[in-house]
């Protein structure tokens, strides 16, 4: 069993930045491969990013290449997303996940959820 608590979101202006957290329990955390998920108001979730267990490689959805990065450290079981140049558009519920396959971009691979953190961005 894997528990994720995300934390960093907040309100910010467009063009501003923010850096999400998520905090994993549990001795296993760098078995997993880890995924940020967002689910815009009135819209289905959606793929943001992914990074394979060790952070060998990683996975973007296309509106997100270039401003975000995902990265890891596994010696505090915690990944993380960093958000630059951020849109109304990612105005959004983000939830970090956990998947013992790679660096996938489908939910239903993910195995373990978050409770999700709120990202406002206002124009």
């Known amino acids: 069993q894997v528990q994720l608590v995300e934390s960093g979101g907040g309100l910010v202006q467009a063009g501003g930045s923010l850096r999400l957290s998520c905090e994993a329990s549990g001795r296993t955390f760098s078995k997993y491969a880890m995924g940020w998920f967002r689910q815009p108001p009135g819209k289905e979730r959606e793929f943001v990013a992914a990074?394979?267990?060790?952070?060998?490689?990683?996975n973007y959805e296309d509106s997100v290449k270039g401003r975000f990065t995902i990265s890891r450290d596994n010696a505090k079981n915690t990944v993380y997303l960093q958000m630059n140049s951020l849109r109304p558009e990612d105005t959004a519920v983000y939830y970090c996940?956990?998947?013992?396959?790679?660096?996938?971009?489908?939910?239903?691979?993910?195995?373990?959820w978050g409770q999700g953190t709120q990202v406002t961005v206002s124009s």
């Open positions: 996940a956990a998947d013992l396959g790679g660096a996938s971009g489908y939910w239903n691979d993910y195995d373990y």
């Open positions: 990074i394979n267990w060790n952070g060998g490689r990683t």
